[in-house]
């Protein structure tokens, strides 16, 4: 006997009908009883044959497992093996695909639509899922929807992905996020991300968010990103520009070139400064380092420029010192206090 699918196989009839009637019963308003003649009919059915009552167990047991691999919150690549392990049972009776649309219909008042966004949110039962990093640590995740998140050091996000939108709230640190397309759900989603003093919504895009205290800074490298600081307007970013978004919502636009420091470096694990105070470029770095990381007044308006490796924070301390007139003491791994080369 071959193995191989005959998609032009002719339905089969028991089959047929039993996708009717569980498409009829599906069709009852959520939470409301069966129609009982409608019940009548299927049961009368059912017992008219000892093949239509297998055949409507099997479907309804089809359907159940269906259901529960929608429902399951895992990632699409741990439910997608399960769900064509039940495709290819179905198809020993007919085509896949008539079998998926009578079952999908037979999900009843979730229309197909509805069905495909729940496909979708598979990884929306990742909504309310939350990523953090530690101090010094770096993640990459890729969601559901083909986004690729990227998270700095002391980040924390929360997902609220649902049939609507797809929201990442930035509780604080730095993220870094290329939109995925949505391919899977059966429109397009807006994308937004929510900080303390916006809402952000990308229009196919590469860009960069930083929650820091009482600011919101945003770099948009590719496509366009419309804020909304909630004060009733709406200004888009383009690529190549850096706006940082205070409290009252008002916005503070900048070239990215023109900043003093590379907003996105971070993502190769640098730190590149242009012509940036010292005292920035140390805060900078005390974010990658455990305990205490400070310089003097008297140096900290130093002006430093070039490419520090954050993994290596020692090293990087250590060429400020090569580079300026000031000398590092190190008490402790956790104490560092960059001093001005002739204090005591």
């Known amino acids: 006997m071959s193995a191989n699918p005959m998609p032009s196989a002719p339905p089969d009839p028991v089959l047929e009908q039993a996708i009717a009637w569980l498409v009829q019963l599906r069709a009852q308003p959520s939470g409301v009883a069966p129609d009982p003649a409608l019940q009548a009919r299927i049961d009368a059915w059912r017992a008219a044959d000892g093949r239509h009552e297998s055949v409507w167990s099997e479907l309804m047991a089809s359907e159940a497992q269906f259901q529960r691999l929608v429902a399951l919150p895992v990632a699409p690549a741990q439910w997608q093996q399960p769900l064509s392990a039940l495709n290819r049972s179905r198809s020993r009776r007919q085509s896949r695909r008539r079998w998926l649309g009578g079952v999908a219909l037979g999900l009843g008042s979730v229309a197909l639509a509805s069905l495909a966004a729940r496909q979708a949110g598979l990884f929306d039962s990742l909504a309310g899922q939350r990523y953090a990093t530690g101090t010094g640590d770096q993640r990459r995740v890729t969601l559901g929807d083909g986004t690729q998140l990227a998270l700095n050091t002391a980040t924390a996000v929360r997902l609220q992905f649902n049939a609507e939108q797809r929201l990442i709230a930035l509780e604080h640190g730095e993220i870094f996020i290329d939109t995925g397309r949505d391919a899977l759900s059966p429109r397009h989603r807006p994308f937004l991300v929510q900080t303390a ?99 003097e007044d008297a140096v900290a308006s130093l002006k430093v420029s070039g490419v520090f490796q954050l993994r290596d924070g020692d090293a990087a301390l250590e060429s400020l010192a090569q580079a300026l007139p000031v000398r590092i003491e190190q008490r402790t791994r956790f104490w560092v206090r960059v001093t001005a080369l002739n204090s005591r």
């Open 197 to 295: 003093q916006a809402r952000l919504q990308a229009l196919g895009t590469r860009f960069a968010v930083r929650q820091q205290e009482g600011v919101t800074r945003l770099s948009v490298l590719e496509g366009r990103v419309a804020v909304d600081p909630g004060q009733g307007t709406r200004t888009v970013i383009v690529p190549g520009e850096t706006v940082e978004i205070d409290t009252r919502g008002e916005l503070r636009r900048q070239a990215i070139p023109a900043a003093a420091m590379d907003p996105t470096a971070w993502l190769d694990g640098s730190l590149v400064a242009r012509d940036m105070r010292l005292g920035d470029v140390l805060a900078e770095m005390a974010r990658y380092r455990h305990g205490w990381l400070v310089c």
